[in-house]
């Protein structure tokens, strides 16, 4: 299995995530209207990196529950930055995508890591294939191990 610069920084995004679960952080991109729970953010950039993902897929990226993933979607449709698309196979189910807000949000998020998270960026895209795969591994490993003390 090849392990992608992606896929290691969203093992990242899910491991922080639940370090980070009991903390209330609020990012600000300058107007009310742009401003985030980790959270939200975090579930715009999962939606803006897989647009169509399922809501269950989303849970498991971000290692979130459902529940919270259906709450926080509703809260992020009703402020106008996500979309539900329907499912042909299964009525039941929807895509979610970014509207033109959330691609914004998405984008202004982007930024705020390329300026603050620079390093961490330029060291993962200095390694090689391998060092990724070890590096994805040891992430599986240490969200594995959270999941077992939570």
Known sequence: MTTSQNDILTSFVS?????ANSKTNILDFGSPEMTFYRG???MIKMIGEFPGIYCSELARKLGITRAV???TVGILQ????IVRGSD???KKKFHLFLSDSGR???QLHEEYHQKHDQALLDYINELSPDQLESIGGFLKHATDLIDNHA
Not at 15 to 19: N, V
Not at 78 to 81: A, V
Request: proline share 0%; glycine share 4%; no cysteine.
């Open 78 to 81: 009703k402020r106008g930055f």
């Open 69 to 71: 993933v259906h709450r």
């Open 104 to 106: 914004q949000a998405y």
């Open 15 to 19: 491991l922080t995530e639940k370090i």
């Open 88 to 90: 042909e196979e299964d």
């Open 40 to 42: 939200e953010i975090h």
